[in-house]
């Protein structure tokens, strides 16, 4: 069964530098989703990517964030500069319409 | 996007049913209504979506009352396994961009043996 796959399973940094998290989308799908979950607290959405282009974003999804589809089957999420409260669980998710999206199994940030 | 409001927790015994119930009184027209499942350090899983009456899949039903004010996802024997925590959305499937699931709480089922 095809599945959405997510590198690296955890990821360590330190306060102000950059991360980019990697993403392998199922590969017919056209949308393309970033969700973050803080620990005990629900999951949030970040962004939603279509057509090559940002779609959606939510408040979180401030300047210190961006996506990108560099090739024809990666989707990254790169944080500029961390901060200590950037440390989260995030999901990528794909789908071919809308409601129904699957998700990764997820990248965990630790900022120190 | 319309407001759910599901238990917060449900607690059950292997091999029961578990039923449990969201109440979405806003629903649009377009809405479909869409159940996910969430195992701790896991994303979300997508399990039920339903437009209205009834939806069965090899996991679970969807029960949609006429007025589609609420919603029933019914877990049929449920296992151990099946300790999760359950979201209902409402969103609408027509829109032309991408969509942000809301995910809020969910309810946090516990199954005991």
């Known amino acids: 069964e095809p599945e959405v796959t997510q590198t690296p399973s955890h990821q360590v940094t330190q306060m102000g530098q950059e991360v980019i998290l990697r993403c392998v989308p199922i590969?017919?799908?056209?949308?393309f989703y970033w969700y973050r979950q803080i620990l005990g607290q629900k999951v949030e959405f970040l962004v939603s990517?279509?057509?090559?282009?940002?779609?959606?974003k939510s408040e979180i999804f401030d300047d210190q964030f961006s996506v990108e589809r560099p090739d024809g089957s990666n989707f990254t999420l790169k944080i500029r500069s961390t901060k200590l409260e950037d440390s989260a669980m995030y999901f990528c998710?794909?789908?071919?319409?809308?409601?129904?999206?699957?998700f990764g199994a997820g990248t965990r940030l630790s900022v120190l | 996007l319309a407001k759910t409001t599901q238990p917060i927790s449900m607690d059950s015994y292997e091999g029961q049913e578990v039923n449990i119930t969201c109440s979405h009184n806003?629903?649009?027209?377009?809405?479909?209504i869409t159940w996910y499942q969430q195992f701790p350090s896991q994303g979300p899983r997508f399990i039920i979506q339903?437009?209205?009456t009834k939806v069965t899949n090899e996991v679970a039903s969807l029960f949609i009352p006429a007025d589609r004010k609420s919603s029933t996802l019914s877990l049929p024997r449920v296992s151990l396994s099946d300790t999760a925590v359950y979201y209902c959305?409402?969103?609408?499937?027509?829109?032309?961009?991408?969509?942000?699931?809301?995910f809020g709480k969910g309810t946090s089922l516990l199954v005991t043996p």
């Open positions: 998710a794909s789908g071919e319409g809308l409601t129904i999206q699957y």
């Open positions: 590969s017919n799908h056209l949308y």
């Open positions: 990517f279509y057509n090559n282009e940002i779609s959606e």
């Open positions: 806003n629903i649009a027209t377009n809405d479909y």
């Open positions: 339903g437009y209205k």
């Open positions: 959305l409402v969103g609408d499937m027509l829109a032309n961009s991408g969509y942000a699931l809301n």
